[in-house]
């Protein structure tokens, strides 16, 4: 919220401002043995860029959106660095011929993990910066899961991220983006270049299924950020919970508020971060936790609600998990009660097994086969599982996993995929012939449900399995990260500093901390 007591400038109206919109974005975890590929980004180029968000039709009176590059890829191990390097030059490229641009929206995650570099975002910003100048206002879009470091925060103006966990806000927060660059671009202060921005980190390291906005203490410490940004000279507020699956020195909470009073901007940044360090004992799983054996007991037990579902969290690839373990699915397949196809109902998702899948689509629904899947890159906890099954259903063309069949042994529905996915939405299952609605129990290779695998669950448990994105910090091991952070250390010498730190202006020197 802009302060009413400054007097504002209008632009010439007779030009538009010219905006850019470039980024690279990935959730990248250390602990994954995959490397990540210039393709797992699906690039769109120029007028692609614009079309991909909607929204911005709302605004094509007040600015001229160019594309250059947009990159979003699933997330998974560390980005080679050849490929950042690629989509890097095309960006810089692509931006060199746009030409000269008033702003630019930075539309990223905040955990990409490129080989050799500890803060790529930071990097590719700059990379950015010297194409189009210093005195472009940049807006940055990013997932609460992000990391922001000071020096991300030195070349952005202005920054925002999601404010849910899950996220179904993430259009609105890129709307928010757009709005308040192409506000800052229209209607500055009189003497006002840039806006102020407060930057506090906060030494607490969660996984998201600790701090999920569905549940205490994150709802309420989530409810302060809105607050905040009605504050009369305020602009944005906003918390990162941070990325817990990468080993660098940036994973921590962060509060970022930017505004034009300095002195309320600054209050407002340390009534996040107080609010959430205070609460640092209070976060919780976002369900009920326990081994994989315990919740497949809970899944079969008589009178259970159905369907229930599993989180096989420790391979979740939409937090950075390979997607390749088949820890989980043998567990599945070991259970008695799976045994015989009149068993209880069982889908699980998913293993990527490129050959069983050949197989599979060349048998044909309804043959009966012999298929080897998995652990191809991550075998640190259980092998390649070959399994005796009839074909139950063959898709082709889809985006992630581009074709997927489904495997029935006993009575288990195993979906097999070419490459790793992630199974979200209803009609994940339903476009295989399979009814989660109807089943026993569903395992998902995921953390907190999404919205419409929370609707479906009638009841659910999180399982704390092994693998890249274990949700057990302390049993996956940090050995770069700045410490103290909670919870790795629960006694401080010294409370944390709390306060403020202003960070000036990208063209302006960054300075020591």
Partial sequence: MSDPAVTATAAPAARRPVIAIAGLAIETSTFTPTRTLAPAFHPDRGDEVVARYPFLASYADAADFRGALIGHALPGGVVARPAYEELADEIVARLTEIGPVDGLWYDIHGAMVVEGLDDAETDLLGRIRAVVGPD??????????????????????????????????????????????????????????????????????????????????????????????????????????????ADQPRDRAVTVVTGWDR????????????????????????????????????????GGARPFFVSDSGDNPTAGGSGDMTWGLTQVLAHPAFAAPDGPTLIYASVPGPAAVAEAVAAGVGATVTVTAGAEVDDVHAGPITMTGRVHAVRHGDRDAETEVVLQVGSVFAILTTLRKPYHHEHDFTDLDLAPRDADVVVVKIGYLEPELFDMAADWMLALTPGGVDQDLLRLGHHRIERPVFPYDREFATPPDLSARIVPPSNEPLGAA
């Fill in 136 to 245: 472009v206002i940049v807006s940055a879009s990013m997932d609460l899961h992000g990391n922001v470091t000071r020096e991300l925060a030195h070349q952005v103006d202005l920054v925002t991220c999601y404010r849910m966990a899950p996220h179904e806000d993430a259009l609105e927060t890129k709307e928010r983006a757009v709005r308040n660059l192409v506000d800052v671009l229209a209607t500055r202060p009189v003497g006002r270049q840039r806006p102020v921005k407060a930057w506090i980190p906060i030494p607490v390291l969660l996984p998201g299924e600790q701090t999920s906005t569905r549940i205490e203490p994150a709802a309420s410490i989530y409810a302060q950020v809105p607050e905040v940004e009605q504050e009369d000279g305020v602009l944005d507020a906003a918390i990162w919970v941070g990325y817990a699956w």
């Fill in 263 to 302: 002195d309320v901007v600054a209050a407002g940044a340390e009534r996040l971060a107080r609010a959430f360090w205070d609460a640092r004992e209070d976060f919780a799983f976002v369900a009920p936790t326990g081994s994989f054996d315990e919740c497949l007991a809970a899944a079969v037990a008589p």
